[in-house]
């Protein structure tokens, strides 16, 4: 049974926030969460002025691991609430009511920084999953308000759209977008940032370390790609994006690990080493990488050759079109992945099979690259067929028009269809028809000749300026007309 330890600051905290007046003229459910300075609790009111739900329900299964103290608060009662697993059942009431729980932080220990829930120094990392109960069965289109209240100096990083901070209080308006994907926020001690650039904003938050990492290079390093982001077509394909950056202080890659989240909007988390030098960063692929995946929606994982290929063929051409890279650099870093890919493709299993398989498998060069040959193949025939009117830019960017920010799994054949709808083609499913079934890694002997993309290595090509496709392969490094 659990008896809780009692401090007379966060008593005095909590009766502070139980008197606080219900929000009048509230749209929609209105959660007030009240941190302590010491991150071992949060304290949760969730407000209904209207309707009240029959029941609250979590995402994740620690969930009710972590809840204590439920209660529905009413104009003249207050009713003490069991949890059954995930589920919340409420009395029904006809007035206006609250819902008030606390959740319990101090088990949230420092666990592998991949871990959904850990802790580190000053700020606490965790998946809204984990203690955010919400009426169950609310529509995506539904949006309420969610006030933290945190202690001075503090701050929160999350998915959902930041409204502002007043003083201690820091709102964000919640949609229930992709409830069952995965999201984190983070609160701490710690700034959050607005990086304003064409079509939307981002709102990135460097976590503390040890050793502290350089803020103002992380800052001008994470600033750099998304601007390169920004080249494929001259805006961010997201109006709105969480860019969580935390130093983890170890790992032979600046980026050990970094990952796109959807759970309630779009979200790049990345676990840096800031022990490693400037140049390291710059020279990095991980970051320009992830952002990439924000050109396309959510695509299921067992066509991951579709979601890694396009990025991987990104984190390429973006990077020479805001100068990380030479264009050379860049079609040789194009050519050494995919010679990876050669070298990593088993006979006898297509690439629908490995795809499906490649975590159990880890065929990551043969499904990565595959997709970026595809990708490199559909980009070279679009612009030869248009005269150099259409090219994958142009495509990603009228898929951004018609279907981003995206709310539900595409499958590969789905978004390959809708590609070939968008630009009045058959492009990219004759390359799937070709390639989704086939044991072989993409043939791009073709394309080489025609780009002028001489092989030299396995690792290095030499670039041919009179080659009948030289005007193509050097568009497709530089930044698009506007």
Excluded at 225 to 244: E, F, I, K, N, S
Excluded at 328 to 339: D, I, Q, R, V, Y
Excluded at 374 to 385: C, F, K, Q, S, Y
Excluded at 448 to 460: A, M, P
Aim: glycine fraction near 6%; hydrophobic fraction near 40%; charged fraction near 25%.
């Amino acid at each position: 049974m659990y008896y809780p330890q009692i401090r007379l600051p966060v008593v005095l905290l909590a009766v502070h926030w139980l008197l606080l007046p219900i929000p009048a003229h509230a749209v929609g459910p209105h959660y007030t969460v009240t941190s302590d300075e010491r991150l071992e609790q949060l304290e949760v009111r969730a407000c209904f002025e209207s309707a009240v739900p029959t029941r609250l329900k979590a995402r994740l299964d620690d969930a009710s691991g972590l809840l204590r103290d439920a209660q529905l608060h009413t104009s003249d009662e207050v009713l003490e609430i069991e949890p059954r697993g995930t589920i919340l059942e409420l009395p029904p009431v006809s007035t206006p009511a609250c819902v008030h729980y606390r959740v319990d932080l101090e088990s949230v220990s420092k666990r592998h920084w991949r871990s959904n829930n850990w802790r580190r120094q000053d700020a606490i990392i965790i998946d809204p999953g984990s203690w955010l109960w919400i009426a169950e069965g609310r529509g995506s289109d539904e949006r309420w308000r969610l006030d933290f209240v945190l202690p001075a100096d503090y701050d929160v990083s999350a998915p959902w759209s930041r409204i502002g901070r007043n003083g201690r209080m820091v709102s964000y308006e919640v949609r229930t977008r992709m409830p069952q994907r995965e999201a984190r926020i983070a609160i701490g001690r710690f700034r959050v940032e607005s990086i304003e650039l064409p079509g939307g904003r981002v709102r990135y938050a460097l976590l503390s370390g040890t050793p502290e990492p350089d803020t103002d290079f992380i800052r001008q390093w994470v600033t750099t790609g998304a601007r390169a982001l920004a080249t494929a077509y001259g805006r961010l394909p997201v109006p709105d994006l969480q860019l969580l950056v935390v130093p983890v202080g170890h790992g032979d890659e600046p980026v050990p690990w970094g990952e796109v989240q959807r759970g309630g909007g779009d979200a790049v988390h990345l676990f840096i080493n800031q022990r490693l030098s400037e140049e390291a960063f710059m020279n990095d692929w991980v970051l320009v990488h992830e952002l990439s995946h924000l050109l396309h929606p959510v695509i299921i994982s067992d066509d991951r050759w579709l979601s890694e290929g396009i990025a991987s063929y990104y984190q390429n051409v973006l990077r020479a079109r805001v100068g990380l890279k030479s264009p050379e650099s860049a079609w040789n870093k194009l050519h050494a992945g995919f010679e990876r890919g050669i070298r990593g493709t088993p006979r006898g299993r297509s690439l629908a099979e490995v795809s499906e398989t490649m975590m159990r498998d880890r065929s990551f060069m043969r499904v990565y690259w595959s997709g970026a040959a595809i990708a490199l193949l559909a980009d070279v025939e679009l612009r030869r067929r248009s005269d150099g009117a259409q090219s994958l830019d142009t495509a990603l960017e009228a898929l951004h028009a018609c279907c981003l920010p995206a709310d539900r799994h595409w499958t590969g054949r789905e978004l390959m269809q809708e590609l070939d709808r968008l630009t009045g083609t058959r492009v990219f499913m004759e390359l799937y028809n070709e390639h989704i079934g086939s044991d072989e890694f993409p043939d791009l002997a073709a394309v080489y000749e025609e780009l002028g993309l001489e092989r030299v290595s396995t690792t290095r090509l030499r670039l041919d300026p009179e080659a009948s496709g030289a005007s193509i392969c050097a568009s497709i490094m530089a930044v698009p007309d506007s």
